[in-house]
């Protein structure tokens, strides 16, 4: 694919080597938290992103302040209240909606909700992404994205991913720890498709995809096992550029040695990049055992399979979680621009 990069690179610094031209606007409907402000204004100022916050100008306004910042050079305030492109907005969204009972006046009233305002400068071009979530919940906050930004005509579901990096280990994206319940074999191959993509935009690396489970090549017969197959060999019936072997464990997924005994014939074991698991109670729990235990940081979830990127923060985020999610963003916005 013509990148790799050290094991440790993290998205602010990746997006900070983009150097975009234009540069990416992001969008934050949570003007008004203070986290959101500090987690902007650093972005802004290390030329990541440019950034629209959406909230009141007077409670804003003073929040930049104590940053040394006024509104206008590179971070704009939007109140969907008072701002000049609500009424399009309200008209394009009831255009795209009245098939489902969506009236005019229905329409005008939801485009002035900080979150689907946000979501609506992304999808009528004013803003290259959105990012929010440190007030609002992540099901109103995916809910919004997919009404309004919607679906990938490539993607099949919307699903997540985190970014994995372990204090001494390769980087790793994990897929899906955060939205996809128990997925069918299908839905399992548009994940780990999905999950390539992420690789790519997000780590600026060949994917080198893993399908896990509790089984290595049939070390174990069970429906579980066979969904994993299943969803191995219709990732390459779709996807057959990409290197992908399953069903694996982890262990023959990420050490060589053990790959060697293991899975001796794959070309991805002992050296995935991507790991897929198989339901969701699995890839919650790994993340968490990794951060936990592990000392790996940790990055999102992050949305993937949306026609434009839009991504969730913790209610619990910090400023700095706002910066690197804002990354992320960009880098998304890169890959589609490159694909």
């Known amino acids: 694919m013509g990148f790799e990069h050290s094991m440790h690179d993290m998205p602010i610094d990746l997006a900070k080597s983009l150097a975009l031209d234009p540069k990416p606007i992001i969008s934050l409907s949570e003007g008004t938290d203070p986290r959101i402000v500090a987690g902007a204004v650093a972005a802004q100022e290390q030329g990541i992103a440019d950034i629209i916050l959406i909230g009141a100008h007077d409670q804003i306004a003073p929040l930049l302040a104590t940053h040394g910042v006024v509104a206008g050079n590179g971070i704009e305030i939007h109140d969907p209240n008072t701002s000049s492109l609500t009424e399009t907005f309200a008209l394009a969204y009831f255009e795209a909606r009245k098939h489902k009972g969506m009236t005019f006046e229905r329409a ?96 600026r690396e060949t994917p080198r995809i893993a399908m896990l489970s509790f089984s290595t090549k049939g070390s174990a017969s069970h429906a579980n096992a066979t969904k994993v197959i299943e969803a191995t060999k219709r990732v390459r019936e779709i996807a057959p550029d990409l290197a992908v072997d399953g069903e694996l464990q982890f262990d023959a997924a990420f050490v060589p040695a053990i790959a060697e005994r293991k899975a001796p014939e794959s070309a991805v074991a002992g050296h995935a990049n991507v790991m897929v698991f198989p339901n969701l109670d699995a890839g919650n729990i790994a993340y968490k055992i990794s951060e936990r235990i592990g000392g790996a940081s940790a990055i999102g979830p992050i949305l993937q399979g949306l026609s434009k990127p839009a991504n969730d923060l913790s209610r619990g985020c910090s400023a700095s979680d706002v910066t690197e999610m804002i990354a992320v963003t960009v880098l998304q916005a890169a890959g589609a621009r490159h694909e």
Request: glycine letters at 6%; hydrophobic letters at 45%.
């Open 108 to 203: 005008s009233q939801d485009v002035q909700h900080p979150l689907n305002y946000a979501a609506m400068l992304v999808r009528q071009g004013h803003a290259t992404g959105t990012v929010n979530g440190a007030v609002e919940t992540t099901s109103d906050v995916v809910r919004s994205a997919l009404r309004i930004i919607g679906k990938s005509a490539e993607a099949a579901l919307v699903s997540s991913c985190f970014l994995i990096y372990p204090p001494n280990a390769r980087a790793m994206v994990y897929s899906d720890c955060g939205l996809v319940i128990d997925p069918n074999n299908e839905e399992l191959a548009d994940i780990a498709i999905m999950a390539a993509k992420s690789c790519r935009d997000l780590l």
